[in-house]
């Protein structure tokens, strides 16, 4: 979730500022959950690193290799893919996920229907012109991948939980953190792949 990244991120900023003690990463622990003190419980349980946030903010997202392996090897377990096999679903629909960046925030409704905000680190279609750079361009991502069903699977395996991939990486765990639902990764999925996308036009 987004606060989980702003976790990971903070964690390691701390850590390069002073020698990295058990010390430091107890005080940053206690200034994370004094922040939302009079928050419901579910909020103080998203402020809590689980063991692969807490080892990549350890490691400064660099993990030593038996590490790394363990932390894709535990992540990979984590995928839950379609019981249809289907990971394409409408990429009309997936457009409007990429390009949301409501839910899971203090200001939204509890029934808030979350997007993927992937527009905030990724260009997609090439028509956009405000998108953020702190992941790759993905445009024409489908098209150069030559459509390939083996590549979808794994397209949909990487935002359903990125860890699983590339352990350490910035991205969401979207599936995994109940971000996004099944379907609506599918449809994310779609609009990278679809040969009628923006993506791959």
């Keep these: 979730m987004r606060i989980l990244t702003m976790i990971s991120l903070l964690v390691p900023l701390v850590a390069a500022a002073q020698p990295t003690s058990e010390a430091d990463i107890a005080r940053v622990d206690a200034i994370i959950a004094a922040t939302f003190p009079t928050r419901e419980p579910a909020w103080q349980r998203r402020v809590t690193q ?3 946030q807490r080892q990549c903010s350890i490691t400064r997202n660099e993990p030593p290799d038996a590490m790394f392996e ?3 090897s535990r992540e990979l377990a984590t995928i839950r893919f379609p019981a249809d096999g289907q990971v394409l679903g409408d990429w009309k629909r997936g457009e409007d996920i990429a390009q949301n960046g409501r839910g899971n925030q203090f200001s939204d409704a509890p ?6 905000n992937c ?22 991502y489908g098209r150069e991948r030559q459509f ?12 359903w939980n990125a860890q699983s991939v590339m352990p350490c990486s910035m991205m969401p765990r979207f599936g995994h953190n109940g971000v996004l639902t099944e379907q609506q990764i599918r449809d994310t999925v779609s609009y990278l792949f679809d040969p009628a996308s923006p993506v791959n036009k």
């Design 119 to 140: 527009y905030a680190c990724h260009q997609m279609a090439p028509a956009e012109l405000s998108y953020g750079t702190l992941g790759p361009s993905l445009v024409g």
């Design 50 to 52: 689980d063991e692969t």
């Design 70 to 72: 363990a932390i894709r």
């Design 111 to 116: 029934n808030t229907v979350a997007g993927g």
């Design 148 to 159: 390939d069903a083996a590549e979808a699977r794994s397209t949909y395996a990487k935002i």
